[in-house]
Each structure stands twice: as structure tokens, then as C-alpha cells.
């Protein structure tokens, strides 16, 4: 009914004993208390903007939901409305509006979310990988004189198995290689270092029975963060730039990650069981080697490549 002064009530203002949507509270209320709880999850344990890349933001997300129940019970008891089925829909119509909020200035504030990602344009199609131009590398149309590069990655003395040995910006030599897939296993319990040249379909794959989220970064930045349902099928990861890329799980902080080196050019290969690796067809000259293995920086030294053959060793763990 209209009031007798013939005016409509406000927009804000509770029809009857319902209020609001059937909260019991006036809109200015639902407004404070919406405010309020988002403040708190902005600053709670630090400013949301100013956290460092993979925190866990559990206790802000947590402490500002639960914060709702008792703001919103308090102002159901001075609206003179304490009642248990207001409190119920006050409280479901708050945490659906700050899930959109929150959800919102998540992606917008914080290092590492999907604002803050430069993701460059991948090909869609094998056809398309196999007929794009790389960067930085093209095979010679006459090659020169070749020569194999062979050796033996050691660490402290030792031989390591599994580590990628790559040459950094060859000149003009093999021709590439067809694209083909390279797949990697998020919560397996080693640490691996794979190898993938721009071509190819860069793959991860859940290996266990729990969500994962693979978060993929190259120098720091953020390339790919995309969550892994247990068994689904493959998801294909952003790393189509030359770079040493490394991967952990996002909801998993303890376990064990990876890296992976991406090449535009036919010089890099992984060690075998017994440290020993070979890269054939290098064109002569001075050529940078590096080595990249998981959890270590990476390693360069270089090789003056002559005749047909030459023999190095790498000492991963040696002063650069």
C-alpha cells in the first residue's frame, strides 16, 4: 500500500518485515556490511596488491566470509529483525554479491593472476606450427662446415641423467624438425626438465587424484596458470617463445615442479643415464652451450667447435 501522504517508498527501504530481497535489512545495510567484508579481504594480512606472486590468500578469503554472519546478525538486531530465516537470506545475498566483487579484484590486483599474464598467441593447428616462420632462427640454405658437439654433464664430478643441454642463438644450420607433442605430469613426485622447440604442442596432465593448477612462468612472468581436473584429458600450456620456462601447482605449494627449455632451432637434446649428450650438425665456430636442470640456474660455457667431432665436459654445479 501506499503511505497515506500518497509518496512510494524508497528503493532501499524494507517492504514490510521482509526487507530487502527478504533480508530483513534496508539496502544501506546490505551496503555496509558488503563494504566492510570486502575491505577486510583486501587488507587483511597485507594489502591484496602488494603480495608476493603464489601466497596463499586462504585467511583473507576466509576471514572476510565468515565476517558477514556477524554484521549482518548485528544489524538484524538493531533493525529489530534478529530473526534465524532473515539472517539465512542476508547472508546468502551478501557472500553471492562479494563472491563477484572479490572474484573481480582478485583477477585485477593480484601478481601472477590473469590480468597481470602476457600470453602470446599460440598456433591452433599442427598445420599452422609446422608452416610458421620460427624467430630468430632459419635453417642455411647452403650449410657450412658441420661438426658434432658431444660431451658428459657432471655434477660434482658425477654424472647427471635428465638435465637439457641446448645451444643459445646458433647460426643458420639443420633444418627443423616437424612439430610433435611434448607432455609433462603435474604432481608426480620428481622434478623433471624437458625440452620443446616453438613447434611443438606443449601439453600438461594431471597425475593424481586431486585438482591441480599448473603455473607457468619465464623470467619471472607469468605465461599460464590453468587448472588440471583429475582425470581429464591434456591441456595445452602457452610457451611458444624461445626461454627457460618453469611450472609448479598453484594449490599444491609443497610439491615438486619443473622446468622447461623452449628452442626455435634443431641444437638442444637431454642427457642420458650416464650423463653423456650429443648434438650433431653444429655449425664451426665459437658456440655458447648451456644446461638447464631443474632447481639450479642455468649454466653456460663456450665450446669452439671444429673438425667434425668435439668432446666437452659441463660441471653443472661450477661458478659461471
Not at 509518496?7 to 539496502?27: K, M, Q
Not at 532473515?86 to 551478501?94: D, E, G, I, K, R
Not at 627443423?176 to 603435474?186: D, I, Q, S
Not at 626461454?243 to 615438486?256: I, N, P, Q, R
Request: charged residues 15%; glycine residues 12%; hydrophobic residues 45%.
Amino acid at each position: 500500500m501506499r503511505p497515506s501522504n500518497g509518496t512510494a517508498p524508497a528503493a532501499d527501504e524494507p517492504r514490510g518485515d521482509d526487507g530487502y530481497l527478504g533480508t530483513g535489512l534496508r539496502g544501506s545495510s546490505i551496503a555496509a556490511v558488503l563494504t566492510v567484508s570486502v575491505v577486510v579481504f583486501l587488507v587483511w594480512g597485507g594489502p591484496l596488491w602488494s603480495a608476493a606472486a603464489g601466497s596463499s590468500h586462504v585467511p583473507r578469503i576466509a576471514i572476510s566470509y565468515l565476517l558477514v554472519i556477524p554484521l549482518a546478525a548485528g544489524m538484524l538486531a538493531l533493525a529489530g529483525r534478529p530473526q534465524r530465516g532473515h539472517l539465512v537470506s542476508a547472508v546468502a545475498l551478501l557472500w553471492g554479491a562479494k563472491l563477484v566483487i572479490t572474484a573481480s579484484l582478485y583477477s585485477l590486483l593480484t601478481l601472477g593472476a590473469g590480468t597481470a599474464y602476457h600470453p602470446v598467441t599460440v598456433s591452433t593447428t599442427a598445420t599452422a606450427r609446422a608452416t610458421a616462420a620460427p624467430a630468430g632462427y632459419a635453417p642455411a640454405a647452403q650449410p657450412g662446415a658441420l661438426a658434432t658437439l658431444s660431451g658428459v654433464v657432471l655434477a660434482h664430478g658425477e654424472p647427471i641423467a635428465g638435465v637439457v643441454v641446448f645451444l643459445e642463438a646458433p647460426p643458420p644450420g639443420l633444418p627443423l624438425a616437424p612439430g610433435r607433442e611434448v607432455r609433462f605430469t603435474v604432481g608426480s613426485e620428481h622434478g623433471e626438465t624437458l625440452v620443446a622447440s616453438t613447434r611443438d604442442r606443449l601439453l600438461a596432465t594431471n597425475g593424481g587424484a586431486a585438482l591441480h593448477t599448473v603455473r607457468v612462468s619465464r623470467d619471472g612472468q607469468p605465461t599460464s596458470n590453468v587448472p588440471l581436473q583429475p582425470g581429464a584429458r591434456a591441456v595445452e600450456i602457452s610457451a611458444s617463445e624461445p626461454g627457460t620456462y618453469a611450472w609448479s601447482c598453484t594449490v599444491h605449494a609443497g610439491e615438486v615442479g619443473g622446468t622447461i627449455v623452449v628452442v626455435d632451432h634443431p641444437y638442444a637434446t637431454t642427457s642420458d643415464a650416464s650423463g653423456r649428450f650429443a648434438l650433431e650438425g653444429v655449425p664451426v665456430g665459437d658456440r655458447e652451450v648451456a644446461v638447464a636442470r631443474h632447481g639450479h640456474a642455468v649454466r653456460r660455457r663456450t665450446a669452439h667447435v671444429v673438425g667434425t667431432a668435439i668432446e666437452i665436459t659441463i660441471e653443472t654445479e661450477a661458478s659461471e
